[in-house]
């Protein structure tokens, strides 16, 4: 597991991204935020085990979704009965996440929600467009957003395939991303992290 400064870890997972009949290999940045004692873990991609690895001795307070395609919830019932979390998930991804997991049940996220961890304030945005319930989770303690696969360094996230919007995603990232502060860490669900003013030019 690498670290980005005291209170973020980072657990790389690999495995396959599947829809729309296309399956591809990908690379997963799977977060986990909190302290000494307590986590959260954004996206349970790929592998329960390397996840536990990573955890340590620490509890986790909940597992939250970015969303839910395939790749970012993979491991999410494993990882759920390995730690007793709770898994987190906006209910408006409820039909991606059921082809995942038919029965497996998640508690539903709010736009405007704080999950509290060690400590660190999480603040759920809403962010449409990659898939309907797509979030993000904004950390202003840590000057830092958790954004799943709404925005990379070099722009947005893909909307190429079933459940995904282009001008929403766009409309996502100008009102509720590009508003941050600049200097925000943008740490995201595939590749290197970025920041809001980096990206700024990259939203089109």
């Known amino acids: 597991m690498s ?11 690999s495995g396959t991204f599947s829809l729309d009949g296309g399956t591809w290999d990908v690379d997963n940045n799977v977060w986990l935020v909190g302290d000494e004692r307590e986590v959260v873990v954004i996206d349970a991609a790929h592998d329960a085990l390397a996840i536990v690895r990573g955890i340590g001795d620490r509890s986790v307070t909940a597992i939250v979704c970015t969303h839910a395609h395939d790749d970012h919830i993979g491991a999410a019932r494993e990882l759920a009965k390995a730690t007793g979390a709770p898994v987190l998930l906006h209910p ?9 997991h038919p029965s497996w049940p998640f508690e539903p996220l709010s736009d405007g929600q704080v999950l509290t961890v060690g400590g660190v304030d999480l603040h759920v945005l809403h962010t449409p467009g990659h898939s309907p319930g797509a979030v993000c989770l ?10 799943g696969d709404t925005l990379f360094q070099g722009g947005p996230g893909a909307t190429g395939r079933s459940f995904s919007d282009h001008p929403t995603i766009i409309k996502s990232i100008a009102e509720r991303l590009m508003t941050l502060p600049p200097e925000t ?4 669900g595939h590749g290197d992290s970025t920041t809001i003013g980096a990206e700024a030019g990259n939203i089109a």
Not at 3 to 8: E, L, R, T
Not at 92 to 100: F, G, H, I, N, S
Not at 138 to 147: D, G, I, Q, R
């Open 3 to 13: 670290s980005v400064g005291g209170a973020i870890g980072r657990v790389v997972t």
């Open 92 to 100: 408006d991804d409820e039909v991606l996440w059921r082809r995942v």
């Open 138 to 147: 904004y950390a202003p303690s840590l000057e830092a957003v958790f954004t």
């Open 185 to 188: 860490a943008v740490h995201t």
